[in-house]
């Protein structure tokens, strides 16, 4: 069955780097673009990076651009969030989550079918 | 970006009880619309997508309707296990955006 297992959250200082990383299993992980969806405590669902199922293209929501980096390995079936310069407002539960349709332009498949924990990161001092 | 807002909130309701929650979006969407339930420290689950169909294994008292601007998805009898935060999505452009969420409590 998929499964998608989020690690690496923790807390970190502001101005701090962290790397979240994404096991995936149980499907063809190189055909399936894939997101980073976060949720800051006690609120809602907010996208924030999304890579093409070669990695060959990334967009980045505006409240992260220039801070976080999205990338996948396609051998390990692991997806990556590189997240520098941290902000308080950055603390949240971090969820990656496959589209629901394979080999799609980024921009056009946008429901998500499987989704992972999360993994939760505190910006604190 | 689209802006999506759901309402109610939050809604008490009992075991059985039909329940009815409203997204609407900021402008047009087609049938472009996804919903999803979330519990407590777990990962959100798709109910449905394309505004009205059912995604595999989701119950069948679950249900959507809707196009354009205006969605709504009813609980037609609500069960224990469907307490939980319910969300839509959009997918008509990208980004996607969702709603706020609205919470079903038991009464």
């Known amino acids: 069955q998929v499964q998608l297992v989020e690690s690496g959250g923790g807390v970190v200082q502001p101005g701090g780097s962290q790397r979240l990383s994404c096991a995936a299993s149980g499907f063809s992980f190189s055909n399936y673009a894939m997101y980073w969806v976060r949720q800051a405590p006690g609120k809602g669902l907010e996208w924030v990076a999304v890579?093409?199922?070669?990695?060959?293209?990334?967009y980045y929501a505006d409240s992260v651009k220039g801070r976080f980096t999205i990338s996948r390995d396609n051998s390990k079936n692991t997806l990556y969030l590189q997240m520098n310069s941290l902000r308080a407002e950055d603390t949240a539960v971090y969820h990656c989550?496959?589209?629901?349709?394979?080999?799609?332009?980024?921009?056009?498949?946008?429901?998500?079918?499987?989704w992972g924990q999360g993994a939760l990161v505190t910006v604190s001092s | 970006d689209i802006q999506m807002t759901q309402s109610p909130s939050s809604v008490s309701a009992s075991v059985g009880d039909r329940v009815t929650i409203t997204c609407r979006a900021s402008?047009?969407?087609?049938?472009?619309l996804a919903w999803y339930q979330q519990k407590p420290g777990k990962a959100p689950k798709l109910l449905l997508y394309?505004?009205?169909s059912l995604q595999s294994g989701v119950p069948s008292r679950f249900s959507g309707s809707g196009s354009g601007t205006d969605f709504t998805l009813t609980i037609s009898s609500l069960q224990p296990e469907d307490f939980a935060t319910y969300y839509c999505q959009q997918a008509n452009s990208f980004p996607p955006t969702f709603g706020q969420g609205t919470k079903v409590e038991i009464k």
């Open positions: 989550a496959r589209v629901s349709v394979g080999f799609c332009v980024i921009t056009s498949c946008s429901y998500f079918d499987y």
């Open positions: 394309a505004a009205s």
């Open positions: 890579i093409s199922y070669d990695g060959s293209n990334t």
């Open positions: 402008q047009g969407i087609n049938s472009w």
